[in-house]
């Protein structure tokens, strides 16, 4: 029996609930009301436990063809988009939103279309940029949002 | 009812609010029509321009997104045949031929008039009933609440297509984000796992955003290629003689209004949205046709069916976030959010409470039909020529936005946090077949779940209430049959295609 995408997702949906399903047993009830804060979570992780299993023995049952050739897909360039994005997030309290804005936007444009000359490039300097600038402008100024400013920059 | 009607069209001609679901309108069409930008996506990245804006402003601005796109999805389905949102696939099937066939101008218009058309029909709709239906639930206790959000939940998982299971699991997991942070009740911490940005609870909107955002993007980006923006034919002849596109559509009068019907249905349901109602729709047109066959070759009964459809679901999602609070698809949920963001509370209190608010999203649903077909009538070629801007430029600006609507929340990195880690759960759930739909629901309708459970246990703790008060009971027995139904749907889908593979065999 081999487990495919379906019961590999129930098993980590199981066992995410029951880890919080035993963190609920330590909630303590409020004698103000007689329900605690724990009764609904537990009833939640209860099915959500209950609907994972299912999914694990149903696909632990069922016949899995082989899988036909589909099409090749850039998984890599997933991944470099979600890292890219990650380092954006991780970079916006230090380098704050303008720097780390026109550096994401950049990196990311490029990523996704490498340019081979130096007009290219001038282009991606240009986007990263303008949406910075444009950004920045219409949220800080005209809709009062106040951009985070970076710890290391201060700008 | 017509008093308050006329007033908040009347208040919608105001420049303050007239600008907002023009701009609205405009980036609706502009969205819709650009492949691989849905209207959810379009709605999230206006979001965070709203923030600033009047309730009146804000909401103007979607609904504007949200009839814009709807209808502005049909442009590149019928002149370069590919589908600008979910919602235009079916308008594909016949708008592309007819196109190709020399006449991309009556393609384009039939479409164009039927989303009008369809659209406005539904407008009845949703100011005829959106009131009755929110009395209705005024009368409703904590047990029936409970029971009609399960119903909401088990609905959506229900109708999911590949599994049944994890449709219910999915709306399970969205329910599961509820309950970490505090408690509603006592407002007792629960299950932070010690990060300190989880204390006050997982706000919906940047999961919501996540979610929708990265799964999509992602997805468009395993199959990423800049080479395969779609080429313009700028010579492309789109004059048409309107009166005769119109009497096209009005000469088949049960064509337009059954579509219609089928959108505001498919609207009313929650979560579902226009995608499977175009499709519905198309199928159903096929099915009353005299000329089946001819479905697929360049008719106008498909590309009526499939907009009249869609844009009248619009008025279905509208009806049931004002009348229930419960959203329709995932723009109104976005919607639901903006709501939040200003105080307002939605649900059956909301007509009453908010009746100028009510009204003003009337007047604006209205209103933005024929600033729909102003757009279009003076802009359809320059809306061709956008469409073709490339995605490695739109899909950062996309994904800065996502970050500054989440970010602007609360003025706090802690959302853009949750941005982070729901996009990439998001996609996880994509690429392992779970549903997003009965996810974001569970997430949205959790805490009040929860809080109608309580609520009704604190005032009596005899649980077979939920069963003995006749609301109630008939709305978690609609629940259970609807599981019922799709478990039968399920198996005679699965004997059906096992007796088509043993004829196959032989």
């Excluded at chain 2, 594909?92 to 479409?111: I, Q, S």
């Excluded at chain 2, 995605?391 to 970010?407: H, N, Q, R």
């Amino acid at each position: 029996m081999k487990l495919s995408k379906d019961g590999w997702g129930g098993l980590a949906v199981l066992a995410a609930s029951l880890f919080l399903f035993a963190l609920t047993l330590g909630l303590k009830d409020n004698p103000l009301v007689p329900i605690g804060p724990g009764y609904y979570p537990r009833i939640v992780l209860a099915i959500t436990a209950a609907f994972a299993l299912a999914l694990v023995v149903m696909d632990l049952m069922a016949k899995h063809p082989p899988a036909p050739a589909g099409e090749k897909l850039n998984y890599l360039l997933v991944v470099e988009m979600f890292a890219v994005f990650g380092l954006y997030i991780g970079a916006l309290p230090y380098l704050g939103f303008r720097i780390s804005t026109l550096l994401y936007v950049a990196a990311s444009n490029a990523l996704l279309d490498l340019p081979r000359s130096v007009r290219g490039w001038a282009r991606v300097a240009l986007v990263a940029l303008i949406t910075t600038v444009v950004v920045y402008y219409v949220f800080e100024r005209y809709l009062t949002v106040l951009m985070p400013r970076g710890r290391w920059t201060n700008f | 009812m017509f008093e308050l009607l006329g007033a908040g069209l009347a208040g919608m001609f105001h420049v303050k609010y007239l600008v907002p679901l023009f701009l609205g309108t405009l980036i609706g069409v502009v969205g819709g029509a650009l492949p691989g930008i849905t209207i959810t996506m379009t709605v999230i990245v206006v979001l965070p321009f709203t923030f600033g804006l009047e309730p009146l402003q804000g909401l103007a601005c979607m609904i504007g997104v949200y009839v814009g796109g709807e209808t502005g999805g049909l442009i590149t389905s019928c002149l370069l045949g590919i589908p600008g949102k979910p919602s235009a696939v079916a308008t594909t099937f016949d708008g592309f031929p007819m196109a190709r066939k020399g006449e991309p101008g009556r393609a384009l218009w039939l479409g164009i008039w039927a989303s009008i058309l369809g659209g406005l029909l539904g407008a009845i709709v949703l100011v005829a009933a959106t009131g009755p239906l929110a009395q209705l639930a005024l009368k409703f206790g904590p047990w029936e609440y409970f029971a009609l959000f399960v119903l909401a939940l088990s609905m959506v998982a229900g109708l999911v297509e590949s599994s049944l299971v994890k449709g219910l699991l999915s709306g399970a997991l969205g329910c599961v984000v509820t309950v970490l942070g505090n408690d509603p009740v006592m407002g007792q911490p629960r299950l932070t796992l010690g990060i300190s940005w989880l204390e006050g609870g997982i706000p919906f909107l940047p999961v919501l955003i996540g979610v929708f955002a990265f799964s999509q993007i992602m997805s468009d980006l395993e199959r990423f290629s800049e080479n395969t923006s779609a080429a313009l034919n700028a010579a492309i002849n789109l004059t048409v003689s309107h009166a005769k596109v119109l009497a096209e559509i009005l000469t088949r009068p049960f064509l337009l209004l059954w579509s219609t019907f089928i959108g505001l249905v498919i609207g009313v349901l929650p979560a579902i949205g226009g995608s499977a109602a175009n499709m519905l729709a198309y199928d159903q047109a096929k099915k009353f046709s005299q000329r089946p066959e001819k479905f697929g070759s360049g008719i106008p009964e498909g590309i009526i069916a499939s907009e009249a459809s869609n844009n009248a679901n619009v008025a279905g999602s509208l009806v049931t976030i004002m009348a229930f609070g419960i959203p329709g698809d995932a723009v109104t949920a976005v919607m639901l959010g903006a709501l939040t963001i200003h105080g307002i509370q939605s649900g059956p209190l909301f007509i009453s409470q908010n009746a100028p608010l009510a009204y003003g999203m009337f007047a604006a649903y209205i209103l933005a039909h024929p600033l729909v077909l102003i757009l279009l009538f003076f802009g359809v070629r320059w809306v061709l020529r956008i469409v073709i801007v490339p995605k490695s430029i739109l899909f950062p600006v996309v994904l800065v936005l996502c970050v500054v609507g989440a970010y602007a929340l609360g003025n706090s990195m802690a959302t853009v946090y949750v941005l982070l880690v729901f996009g990439l759960l998001g996609y996880l759930m994509v690429k392992f077949g779970f549903p997003l739909a009965p996810f974001i629901l569970g997430v949205i309708l959790g805490d009040q779940i929860e809080i109608n459970l309580v609520r009704s246990l604190m005032t009596d703790s005899d649980l077979w209430l939920f069963v003995t008060r006749p609301i109630s009971a008939l709305l978690l027995g609609a629940s259970v049959a609807s599981i019922a139904l799709s478990i039968w749907q399920h198996r005679r889908t699965q004997k059906k295609s096992a007796v088509a593979s043993d004829a196959a065999d032989f």
